[in-house]
């Protein structure tokens, strides 16, 4: 096996001799990438692609390097350096030079690999992009994040649609089907839907998985033909799908030590019409195994135990892999090598495959079991056959549970020693190796029904005593904590129980499920015999801890028994809040990293350790409101020595009070459903219950009576109002009436004393008294009257005012309308004048291809030009050569020509039609043939040329009278016409030669045939133009009308509402 260490270099080879993969392992080169610093540090692979070619591939590390590897060639080359760890990449797009890479940073980029350039830059995603698919054609592309899936346009690099979710169910994994327009979405409810690629419209949905698999999908693989669909996920079962007859027709167990798969992928095979058989099984123990589906063998395998693949990628071709180690290196399998001993017997291993049968049976006929031994067939079921096959099994290496063994394939032991050396886990594999310690069931259907009972009465105020700033964050706190109230009662009364829960929530605030089953972990197994006391603090823990620092540190001890400072104070705030208020995020971490790695009493002995740490600024405090601040906020504490600490201590501590004896050892939560939690007191739990039941129903009818109470009270404040109104009035008329009766009563006892010395003006006395009363009546009518009169003009002023405020509505409303009618105004205004735009860019075009059109003939007519000065040129040679011969005949035909070139004038004014083509090339060919007479002729001497003008009189006479419409077109005119005019004069020019050789001076020919031929093409060129803007006029009016067709399909289109996949 051939190594090639990448370094610092940019491009080289990646082997420098021929490679020869060996059969037992089929690697072509390992490649690695180590720096060139003076401490050398390997930059490990994250992704690799291939091609479409399959013979190109990329890969890229954690520091950002993307190489591209040409297996054909023997190159690689550093294309990119993005600065970041890439975690998704694909490079079959259909401009082959160009690679898409999802950066850490949540964004996409393409990059070309020839020019080394950023092609685009694409945004959108809120959490990291861990997988990208191509469609066949290159042209779209889907990005898969945990929260969301979006579909992006290649050739413009615009997001088309985004598939948004609820937050409770998640995104395993959308994908295109292999050349096909299929679109399949996969979610972590085990729910799977296909959809449209063009429409976006959903076309089927595969039924739920059997009850009885108890699997949650996780990795997907799919047929070049896009028929069968594999998926797996956390087990040992390899569940197989009919994509056209949407059911599960196979279920495939692989052996016990497999426990989870880690990836699917299908080998291609050239011969196979894409109906792939291999399957590609990678598992937790970095080992991928091929597999026949059919025949149920085991062809191959690649990797071990000592040298584990984190992932794979094979060609499209099938005719290498890629594979990335578990310790960052690159390896390039051949196919062809591993695939050589394909017939010798397999090694040893243990398949099941049961077949769905065609008609529809229970879902436990899917169920699969792992025996070894020969082939057995199960017994015949009255509803249907289920056909197995079993291979044959190792009998000798047989899978046996360790303790430290976890269910991820990691162990115990070799995680604690790694915590040693390092001092914390890796950040970025922290909370897998928490969930593998913690033993995590992940019972997605029992926190469902946790959570469907909705927010719990004891924490519909949290935010009231918690005020916390992120709803998101406290929405969550409330769901958790109302999951373990409905999970246990006494969970509903726990006062500290958002103070332990909260640095949980906070870390896996977007893992729900995850979350609760780490709070209720901790709480079954590091929160041991904590409510035996209940509703008190734990005395029986605080106990423990005590006696262990009375043991290691007494003079601490007796501080705070001497300053009144018990266990309540000094160890029960740091255990309820799980020292979430004394420490940083990161020392918290690094705490509960040693935590859950070790038995339940490592958190007890956490606490001693941070007062033993803590002890000379706790044996300085005096007041207990310093004890208090202290244990209540941070302190300049090193947690690594704390740590350490709790190692001595347990270590040290005799076994007599030793936590270890008290607690238990640790237990993880029971797969399916989660355990009864009742270690608490019931009677008390049930009476503080009955109890509050009974305070509320109290409160309830308190609220009720108060309610009747104050409507009754205001009822009685009400008639309390009116009554004393009236009284008012009524002792307003009391007043009055007073006040008349002593005006009476002392004119009774006037007219008593006048009677008898004013007997004779008693008549008076008794007028003057009725006038008295009368005025008395009319002042209380008049009163009565005013009052009236102001309740009238009370009612007056409101009714003005209704008016006011209805003219004032009336008012705005017209103003609106009118505002209404100028926005109306201006929305016409800018309508015509965008249609008025489009109809001046339309105009502008047609300009424009009427100016294309008209240069194009312009062209045209210049090259005509220059053929008839080609002409005319070569003419003008013929006849300088027999120009000295001929003199005495060139003047009889010179006279004749300039009476031809009159006519032919006479004639151009007529000669405007088509219909003249045919006749004047008649003309042309009898005057070439004429023409080519005269020069045979030429040697007669002067007297034929003489006849020769006579003859050409008599020809033009008879042109006059037999003048007709020509229908010849204008490029087989020219064409024609070039061809006749080009080939008499090479027969010409030699002949001349020699006649002027031997015969010395002949009289010189005439310029006649040069003259007609010069009138006929200026006849041809003013038709030819005619001819051209006809054809333009037309080609005109055939835009113009596709232009408005073109329009109105826009129009239409743009009404049409396109069917969305989801928003």
């Given amino acids: 096996m051939q190594s090639t260490d990448l370094g610092s270099k940019e491009s080289g080879k990646i082997w420098h001799r021929k490679p020869s993969p060996a059969t037992r392992d089929g690697i072509i080169v390992n490649i690695i990438h180590n720096t060139s610093d003076y401490l050398p540090k390997v930059l490990r692979f994250l992704n690799v692609a291939f091609d479409s070619s399959g013979d190109c591939l990329i890969a890229g590390d954690h520091h950002g390097n993307i190489y591209v590897f040409d297996l054909c060639g023997n190159r690689f080359n550093l294309v990119q350096r993005t600065t970041q760890a890439c975690t998704a990449l694909a490079f079959n797009l259909h401009r082959k030079s160009e690679f898409l890479v999802a950066l850490a940073d949540y964004s996409i980029k393409c990059f070309d690999t020839v020019t080394k350039e950023l092609v685009s830059w694409m945004r959108g995603h809120e959490s990291s992009v861990f997988?990208?698919?191509?469609?066949?054609?290159?042209?779209?592309?889907?990005?898969?994040?945990?929260?969301?899936?979006?579909l992006w346009d290649l050739d413009t690099f615009q997001r088309k649609r985004k598939l948004n979710i609820l937050q409770s169910v998640g995104?395993?994994?959308?994908?295109?089907?292999?050349?096909?327009?299929?679109?399949?979405?996969?979610?972590?409810?085990?729910?799977?839907?296909?959809?449209?690629?063009?429409?976006?419209?959903?076309?089927?949905?595969?039924?739920?998985?059997?009850?009885?698999?108890?699997?949650?999908?996780?990795?997907f693989a799919v047929t070049r033909d896009g028929r069968i669909l594999a998926a797996g996920g956390k087990s040992n079962h390899i569940h197989l799908w009919c994509l056209e007859a949407k059911q599960l027709f196979r279920i495939i167990q692989m052996p016990t030590k497999v426990r989870a798969i880690r990836h699917l992928e299908f080998l291609p095979d050239s011969f196979d019409a894409g109906s792939n058989q291999v399957l590609g099984v990678l598992s937790q123990d970095g080992i991928m195994r091929f597999i026949n589906i059919q025949t149920c063998k085991l062809l191959f395998e690649i990797g071990s135990l000592d040298d584990g693949i984190s992932s794979s990628v094979i060609s499209p071709h099938g005719r290498y892999i890629a594979s990335i180690m578990e310790n960052g290196s690159l390896n390039i399998y051949s196919v062809q090598t591993l695939t050589k001993e394909i017939n010798k017997p397999p090694p040893p291993l243990v398949k099941v495959i049961e077949d769905l049968p065609k008609k529809k049976g229970n879902s436990g006929d899917l169920k699969v079991t792992v025996t070894s031994g020969r082939v057995q067939r199960p017994a015949k079921s009255r509803e249907s056959k289920i056909q197995t096959r079993i291979l044959k099994q190792d009998l000798t290496g047989s899978f046996e549970k360790k303790e430290n063994e976890l269910s991820d394939g990691l162990n115990k032991k070799r995680l604690q020693i790694l915590l040693k050396g390092y001092g914390e886990f890796p950040t970025k594999y922290r909370m897998f190796i928490w969930r593998s310690l913690l033993q995590l069931p992940e019972n997605h259907t029992a926190f469902s029904n946790l959570i469907d009972k909705g927010i719990h009465v004891a924490f519909l105020n949290l935010q009231k005593k918690y005020p916390i700033r992120s709803r998101k964050l406290l929405r969550v706190l409330q769901r958790t904590l109302s999951a373990l109230a409905h999970w246990s009662t006494i969970f509903s009364d726990t006062p500290y129980l958002p103070l332990l829960a909260f640095p949980f929530v906070k870390l896996f605030q977007n893992n729900q499920l995850i979350c609760f089953e780490v709070v209720a972990t901790l709480i079954i197994n590091w929160c041991q015999h904590w409510f035996e006391y209940f509703p008190n603090p734990p005395i029986n823990i605080l106990s423990m801890i005590e006696n262990v620092l009375a043991f290691h540190d007494k003079?601490?001890?007796?501080?705070?028994?001497?300053?009144?400072?018990?266990?309540?104070?000094?160890?029960?705030?740091?255990?309820?809040?799980?020292?979430?208020?004394?420490?940083?995020?990161?020392?918290?971490?690094?705490?509960?990293?040693?935590?859950?790695?070790?038995?339940p009493s490592f958190l007890l002995m956490t606490v001693v350790a941070y007062n033993v740490c803590s002890r000379a600024p706790l044996l300085n405090c005096k007041r207990k409101d310093d004890f208090e601040y202290f244990f209540h906020h941070r302190n300049n504490l090193d947690i690594s020595a704390v740590i350490r600490e709790v190692y001595r201590l347990l270590d040290t501590t005799p076994t007599d009070i030793h936590p270890d004896n008290m607690l238990d050892a640790f237990v993880a939560l029971t797969k399916g459903q989660y355990p009864v939690f009742n270690q608490y007191p019931k009677f008390i739990v049930d009476y503080q219950t009955q109890e509050r039941e009974r305070i509320r129903n109290d409160e309830l009818d308190y609220l009720r009576e108060r309610q009747a109470v104050e409507d009754m009270q205001a009822e009685v404040d009400q008639q309390r109002v009116e009554d004393e109104a009236w009284y008012q009035k009524q002792e307003l008329l009391r007043r009055a009436e007073e006040t008349r009766r002593e005006i009476l009563l002392q004119e009774e006892e006037k007219m008593i004393q006048q009677r008898q010395r004013l007997a004779a003006v008693r008549r008076e006395l008794k007028v003057k008294e009725m006038h008295l009363q009368d005025a008395a009546r009319r002042r209380l009518l008049q009163l009565q009257q005013d009052q009236r009169e102001m309740e009238l003009r009370r009612l007056d002023d409101e009714i003005e005012r209704k008016v006011r405020m209805r003219d004032g509505e009336i008012a705005a409303t017209a103003k609106d309308l009118e505002m209404r009618h100028l926005e109306l105004e201006s929305q016409k205004r800018l309508y015509e004048k965008n249609l008025s735009r489009n109809q001046e860019a339309v105009a502008k075009e047609m300009r424009e291809n009427a100016d294309a059109y008209r240069q194009k003939a312009d062209l045209e007519e210049h090259m005509f030009h220059r053929l008839i000065g080609t002409d005319q040129t070569q003419n003008q040679k013929i006849h300088k050569l027999i120009e000295e011969n001929l003199a005495k005949a060139e003047q009889a035909c010179l006279n004749t020509d300039w009476r031809i070139q009159a006519l032919h004038k006479q004639r151009c004014s007529d000669l405007h039609r088509n219909e003249c083509y045919q006749e004047i090339a008649k003309l042309l060919r009898k005057n070439r043939k004429k023409e080519m007479e005269v020069l045979n002729a030429m040697m007669e001497g002067e007297a034929k040329k003489w006849e020769e003008a006579e003859e050409k009189d008599f020809h033009l006479k008879s042109e006059k009278k037999t003048a007709a419409l020509s229908d010849a077109s204008r490029r087989w005119f020219l064409e024609k016409e070039i061809h006749d005019a080009q080939h008499p004069c090479d027969k010409v020019v030699p002949k001349c030669r020699d006649e002027q050789v031997a015969s010395g001076c002949l009289p010189r020919t005439s310029q006649l045939n040069d003259i007609s031929e010069m009138e006929s093409l200026t006849q041809i060129s003013l038709n030819q133009r005619k001819m051209h803007w006809d054809a333009m006029e037309q080609d005109l009016m055939e835009r113009v009308r596709n232009l408005r067709q073109r329009l109105a399909t826009q129009a239409q289109n743009r009404c049409q509402t396109p069917h969305l996949l989801a928003t």
């Fill in 555 to 599: 003079e601490l001890l007796q501080h705070f028994i001497n300053h009144d400072v018990t266990s309540q104070l000094y160890a029960w705030p740091l255990l309820e809040t799980v020292f979430s208020e004394v420490l940083t995020r990161e020392e918290w971490l690094k705490l509960f990293d040693n935590v859950f790695s070790n038995h």
């Fill in 131 to 150: 997988s990208i698919s191509v469609h066949g054609s290159g042209r779209y592309a889907i990005t898969t994040s945990s929260d969301t899936a979006q």
């Fill in 171 to 219: 995104i395993q994994k959308v994908f295109f089907l292999p050349f096909s327009n299929t679109i399949l979405s996969c979610f972590k409810d085990n729910s799977i839907f296909a959809w449209e690629c063009d429409t976006l419209v959903c076309k089927y949905q595969l039924p739920a998985p059997p009850e009885s698999s108890n699997i949650l999908y996780k990795v």
